[in-house]
């Protein structure tokens, strides 16, 4: 839903000072804060499966870290003895913690980017400086579900082939698989990329236990990926010799989107200014950040209920402050 | 003045070694995106000031199209992809500029697909510099060894160099050991990438060659007979 609309600039900004933010504070209290605002406004915003591979990726990094640094680092005030020579330090345990906590959040802000702001609105701000490059990024886009397609059609033909059927002796059988295939294709056409056809090369990479077998799939694959490389180069050529005959850098493209600075960005962007300002002068006094090597010097006790700490809840607010509207005015 | 001095005194008064280290490292951080998309913005630039004929443009978006889908076909299985093998045909055969490009936008585009982040730019530098620096040692490709130190160097480097994304994540950058748990966690991968690059490089080499050479021909040497490509095709 998106009934009030941000330019995609000041999405940027936004969300560049949070990753910013995620890189410097080190105290817990604002740690804390910073993830569950963010997982709040995620689940707002939706949970994709993009976040999910991501998180099958950041999970054992996280706990390698988290082993590796006590046992790698020695340095802290605070020694705990496991047997007898062998220690470990507070500190060390609490950078590791802290510090895939920070890489936790600086995975979920970009998540949360992806969300708000979709590659067109993206490649908006591209193409007035750089029209070439957005063109070619546009082409790209919508060469690879061709592509895609076309090398699934390449695979099935070589399927057929390795069935044993012979496409010059009868002219029904070859009619009959290309019709069968022009009807599939269509369906995994506008199914997305890498569904049906990942999963089978997957299955015959892996339920393959002899390595000739695994030498021979890798030739087909290296067959299919040629055949596909060549024909779509081939084909390009028509691409672009259409693209000539029809006048393209004639004129200067123009854009079927445009943005305009609205009041909501003016606000939001007043809003980034003031809190920032406070929570930078507050970051030159040492709030929110803790020492944590030699000793660390954090104690629950001392809550951060300062004007600071209020700056910082209210610059992470207005996106969930946006959402939460939207759902409301929707509803009624 | 004032105000700078009162700042400067709180910093040295409050004796935090950390609020200094902290500040040095946000630096380096703002710094060096900046000097990567610089650097990127530099590049484009370049490329964009040359007017580049259609077929040219056509060309880098079909290559990025391809090497692209080479890496999200393969997403499932971790650290095999064929991008980096068409990204380094790219450069071998179209030179180091186009070999930059191709790498540049397919670590864009593919970030577009698998979610974006700050680390695709140094996906975008990891690549680019793998299709430039195929370029710039193109005249040695035919040799079959160098080709396999090559694709298996890369591995490695493309690694290495994706991972500065990660080292600088929390506060306290300049620690060393979860730089070490980084790069212990990454080795298997790395391998697995340069194996399949200096394979493909082995395997598929002469295939692709001849067929980017006769794209390159076909492509790029029409610009001269502009006028009259259009006037037969009419």
């Not at chain 1, 995620?42 to 390698?64: R, V």
């Not at chain 1, 590659?119 to 701000?125: D, P």
């Not at chain 2, 990438?193 to 067929?211: E, R, S």
Request: no cysteine; charged share 15%; glycine share 6%.
């Amino acid at each position: 839903m998106e009934l009030t609309s941000i330019h995609p600039a000041v999405y940027l900004l936004y969300y560049f000072i949070m990753v910013l933010f995620a890189f410097i504070f080190s105290d817990p209290y604002f740690v804390v804060t910073f993830l569950v605002l963010i997982l709040v406004l995620i689940s707002l915003q939706g949970i994709s499966s993009e976040l999910k591979n991501i998180m099958k990726l950041f999970i054992p990094l996280s706990i390698l870290i988290m082993i590796l640094n006590p046992l790698l680092n020695r340095t802290g005030a605070h020694k705990i003895y496991l047997w007898s020579n062998f220690f470990i330090t507070y500190e060390a345990i609490a950078y590791g913690i802290l510090m895939s906590l920070a890489l936790l959040i600086v995975i979920l802000v970009f998540s949360s980017y992806n969300r708000s702001v979709n590659y067109q609105e993206m490649l908006y701000i591209f193409s007035k400086k750089l029209p070439i490059i957005s063109m070619i990024i546009v082409m790209a886009l919508r060469f690879i579900p061709l592509i895609n397609s076309r090398a699934i059609e390449v695979q099935k033909l070589n399927n057929l082939k390795v069935n044993g059927i012979d496409f010059d002796d009868e002219e029904s059988d070859e009619t009959d698989g290309s019709v069968d295939s022009k009807k599939l294709d269509v369906d995994e056409f506008n199914s997305n990329i890498n569904t049906d056809y990942n999963s089978k090369f997957v299955d015959k990479l892996k339920s393959n236990k002899r390595i000739a077998a695994i030498i021979k799939e890798a030739k087909t694959l290296g067959k299919i990926m040629g055949i596909t490389v060549s024909w779509s180069l081939e084909e390009s050529m028509f691409t672009a010799k259409s693209m000539k005959a029809r006048g393209y850098n004639a004129t200067e493209r123009t854009s079927y989107l445009s943005y305009k600075f609205g009041n909501a960005d003016y606000a939001l962007i007043m809003l980034i200014a003031i809190t920032v300002g406070i929570i930078i002068v507050g970051l030159l006094k040492g709030v929110g950040m803790i020492n944590i090597y030699p000793s660390i010097d954090f104690s629950f006790s001392n809550l951060p209920f300062n004007i600071y700490y209020l700056a910082f809840i209210v610059f992470l607010l207005p996106l969930i402050y946006l959402e939460i509207k939207e759902r409301v005015l929707w509803r009624n | 003045m004032s105000a700078m001095d009162q700042m400067l005194s709180n910093m040295t008064a409050s004796g935090n070694g950390i609020v200094n280290s902290q500040l040095f490292s946000i630096t380096m951080i703002i710094f060096l995106i900046l000097f990567l998309v610089g650097l990127f913005y530099a590049i484009f630039k370049m490329y964009e000031q040359k007017k580049p004929p259609v077929e040219s443009i056509v060309l880098i978006a079909v290559l990025t199209a391809l090497a692209t889908v080479g890496r999200i076909i393969l997403m499932s299985i971790p650290a095999v992809n064929l991008a980096s093998f068409i990204i380094i045909m790219v450069g071998v055969v179209f030179g180091k500029e186009e070999g930059f490009i191709v790498g540049a936008l397919t670590a864009f585009v593919s970030g577009l697909f698998m979610g974006m982040g700050y680390w695709v730019l140094f996906q975008m530098l990891a690549w680019g510099l793998m299709g430039a620096s195929a370029g710039f040692l193109a005249s040695r490709f035919d040799n079959v060894g160098f080709r396999i130190v090559f694709g298996l160097l890369w591995g490695f480097l493309y690694g290495w160099i994706t991972d500065i994304s990660a080292i600088f994540y929390s506060g306290t950058a300049l620690e060393i050991t979860p730089i070490i748990a980084l790069y212990l966690n990454g080795v298997s991968y790395d391998l697995t990438h340069g194996v399949t690059n200096a394979v493909l490089l082995v395997v598929l080499y002469d295939w692709f060659k001849k067929m980017f050479t006769r794209a390159k021909v076909k492509y790029l040497s029409g610009n001269q007979s502009e006028s009259e490509s259009i006037s037969l095709s009419d």
